[in-house]
């Protein structure tokens, strides 16, 4: 195995996270972000699709979620950038013997509410959610959801039946939104007790016609919130871009000028709660980017027009795919935008998508991008 | 006795012991699971799933006789058997 090399970030550093299907990189870079440093593999071989930083309480956490097609799904953590790792002896992440269940992968690993410092949440496949109130020391099954009589009919996607997005609401510690795919988005207003399907308007295309509005049961790929207006939501799906303005009550159509309503990943920017980036592709049978062109593209009005950004991103014989992690913002200004391919392209902007550059090439495939920025 | 045979990564969980003897009768693969777990609490979740079965590509061997084969984790033992844990071959 190769031996990983370690990075020692600094106050002020950028960090990315990321995770692919051989392991994770971490990698770092001052306040100006143009000049990268690539610390890793750590967990070599093993596909991290979650990755998350823990800064509160005085912590300096890294999460990561270790999948081995072998050894099953785990979480570990770091309290020195990567160069140490836990390596549990019991996995925490786990149904009750009572469940008919067991984790196939760890999906997601998300910050809880900034009032509740030591919360954090996991999404797994099969669709679940799980909650930590201790940092991280032990977990609990969200029974609520678990419970939802929907549950028996989610169906899986291409990538399996896994909730991959959550979403808790800055405004409110009592709501929060997952989505799953597929079964939609849901929504909780009491800490995860009850939770109700929030679909209407998300079209689900591999539905006939005439049913092709349901319920529940939309293959949604990502949901994104700003946290000084969490009641605007946008959301792409399998076939089809939407935003809501009454916290996912119901969703409208913003596919107004993209080269394809089809893709993964979706981000936000940090201030701006009218600018989103996607990265399209094609269709859902050649999931790569649209005319073998590598563009992210931008609105900056809430979906009622968007513009592709390509400077510095290849416009020829790019056929790249970027997957519902791949795509993140850190908390610079202006924002910097970051994203990863299955080919192992890692790129980079530090002026919310105006120009590009390439962070690093060669990586495994990349499943999941994330930032931390070091206080 | 029963002797468990462990690889690879899985000596990590053992403090690096490639094999294990268990004193006592185990009567089946499950009972002598149970005992390997007691001794290396670790290796548990990496072998089996919450709901204790075997993960799908995780391979148990007694003898040279995969248990899937036979009768599972209820596989029968005698003394002297020896059992092998190994990761199954995954793609091509």
Same mark, same amino acid.
């Given at each position: 195995?190769?031996?990983?090399?370690?990075?020692?970030?600094?106050?002020?550093?950028?960090?990315?996270?990321? #995770?692919?299907?051989?392991?994770?990189?971490?990698?770092?870079a001052?306040?100006?972000?143009?000049? =990268?440093?690539?610390?890793?593999?750590?967990?070599?071989?093993?596909?991290?699709?979650?990755?998350?930083?823990?800064?509160?309480?005085?912590?300096?956490?890294l999460?990561?979620?270790?999948?081995s097609?072998?050894?099953?799904?785990?979480?570990?953590?770091?309290?020195?950038?990567?160069? +140490?790792?836990?390596?549990?002896?019991?996995?925490?992440?786990?149904?009750?013997?009572?469940?008919?269940?067991?984790?196939?992968?760890? =999906?997601?690993? +998300?910050? #809880?509410?900034?009032?509740?410092?030591?919360?954090?949440?996991?999404?797994?496949?099969?669709?679940?959610?799980?909650?930590?109130?201790?940092?991280?020391?032990?977990?609990?099954?969200?029974?609520? %959801?678990?419970?939802?009589?929907?549950?028996?009919?989610?169906?899986?996607?291409?990538?399996?039946l896994?909730?991959?997005?959550?979403?808790?609401?800055?405004?409110n510690?009592k709501?929060?939104?997952?989505?799953?795919?597929?079964?939609?988005?849901?929504? +909780?207003?009491?800490?995860?007790?009850? =939770?109700?399907?929030?679909?209407?308007?998300?079209r689900a295309?591999?539905?006939?016609?005439?049913?092709?509005?349901?319920?529940?049961?939309?293959?949604?790929?990502?949901?994104?919130?700003?946290?000084?207006?969490?009641?605007?939501?946008?959301?792409?799906?399998?076939?089809?871009?939407?935003r809501?303005?009454?916290?996912?009550?119901?969703?409208?159509?913003?596919?107004?000028?993209?080269?394809?309503?089809?893709?993964?990943?979706?981000?936000?920017?940090?201030?701006?709660?009218?600018?989103?980036?996607?990265?399209? %592709?094609?269709s859902?049978?050649?999931?790569?980017?649209?005319?073998?062109?590598?563009?992210?593209?931008?609105?900056?009005?809430?979906?009622?027009?968007?513009?592709?950004?390509?400077?510095?991103?290849?416009?020829?014989?790019?056929?790249?795919?970027?997957?519902?992690?791949?795509?993140?913002?850190?908390?610079?200004d202006?924002?910097?935008l970051?994203f990863?391919t299955?080919? #192992?392209?890692?790129?980079?902007s530090?002026?919310?998508?105006?120009?590009?550059?390439?962070?690093?090439?060669? %990586?495994?495939?990349?499943?999941?991008?994330?930032t931390?920025?070091?206080? | 006795?029963?002797?468990?045979?462990?690889?690879?990564?899985?000596?990590?969980?053992?403090?690096?012991? @490639?094999?294990?003897?268990?004193?006592?009768?185990?009567?089946?693969?499950?009972?002598?699971?149970?005992?390997?777990?007691?001794? $290396?609490?670790?290796?548990?979740?990496?072998v089996?799933?919450?709901?204790?079965?075997?993960?799908? $590509?995780?391979?148990?061997?007694?003898?040279?006789?995969?248990? @899937?084969?036979?009768?599972?984790?209820?596989?029968?033992?005698?003394?002297?058997?020896?059992?092998?844990?190994?990761?199954?071959?995954?793609?091509?």
């Amino acid at each position: 195995m190769p031996a990983p090399k370690n990075i020692t970030p600094k106050s002020g550093d950028v960090v990315l996270l990321v #995770g692919t299907m051989k392991g994770a990189f971490i990698i770092r870079a001052d306040g100006a972000r143009t000049t =990268w440093e690539v610390g890793g593999p750590y967990f070599p071989g093993k596909a991290i699709y979650a990755f998350a930083y823990d800064d509160r309480n005085g912590r300096t956490r890294l999460w990561a979620a270790v999948n081995s097609s072998f050894w099953g799904s785990y979480l570990s953590s770091s309290d020195d950038f990567g160069a +140490t790792w836990s390596e549990p002896e019991a996995y925490h992440i786990r149904f009750p013997e009572d469940a008919d269940a067991s984790v196939k992968q760890i =999906w997601q690993i +998300t910050l #809880g509410h900034e009032d509740e410092p030591d919360t954090l949440y996991c999404g797994v496949e099969p669709a679940a959610l799980f909650k930590s109130t201790d940092a991280g020391a032990t977990w609990a099954l969200d029974k609520g %959801l678990y419970d939802h009589p929907h549950r028996p009919q989610w169906q899986p996607g291409g990538g399996g039946l896994c909730l991959h997005t959550i979403l808790p609401d800055p405004a409110n510690s009592k709501r929060m939104h997952i989505a799953i795919s597929t079964g939609g988005v849901y929504r +909780t207003d009491d800490g995860g007790a009850n =939770w109700q399907a929030r679909n209407i308007g998300v079209r689900a295309q591999f539905l006939p016609e005439g049913q092709q509005y349901p319920e529940f049961g939309q293959c949604v790929h990502k949901i994104v919130s700003h946290p000084s207006s969490s009641d605007r939501m946008f959301l792409q799906n399998h076939w089809g871009l939407y935003r809501s303005d009454d916290a996912g009550d119901s969703w409208s159509d913003i596919a107004n000028g993209v080269p394809s309503d089809f893709g993964f990943a979706m981000e936000i920017d940090n201030k701006d709660p009218n600018m989103v980036f996607i990265v399209p %592709l094609e269709s859902d049978e050649f999931r790569c980017t649209p005319e073998a062109r590598l563009r992210v593209y931008r609105t900056r009005n809430a979906g009622d027009s968007w513009e592709p950004l390509t400077n510095g991103l290849p416009q020829e014989n790019a056929f790249e795919t970027v997957l519902r992690d791949g795509l993140t913002g850190d908390k610079g200004d202006p924002m910097g935008l970051y994203f990863g391919t299955r080919s #192992g392209k890692l790129f980079g902007s530090n002026n919310t998508g105006e120009s590009w550059q390439t962070i690093e090439e060669g %990586l495994p495939p990349i499943a999941c991008v994330k930032t931390a920025t070091i206080a | 006795m029963i002797i468990i045979n462990i690889t690879g990564f899985l000596t990590e969980f053992t403090g690096r012991r @490639r094999q294990i003897t268990l004193a006592g009768s185990p009567a089946t693969v499950a009972e002598a699971l149970s005992s390997l777990w007691q001794l $290396h609490v670790g290796l548990r979740d990496r072998v089996v799933n919450e709901q204790g079965k075997v993960r799908q $590509h995780v391979n148990i061997f007694v003898n040279s006789d995969n248990v @899937r084969q036979q009768q599972a984790l209820a596989t029968p033992l005698k003394d002297g058997d020896e059992i092998t844990i190994l990761p199954a071959v995954s793609g091509g």
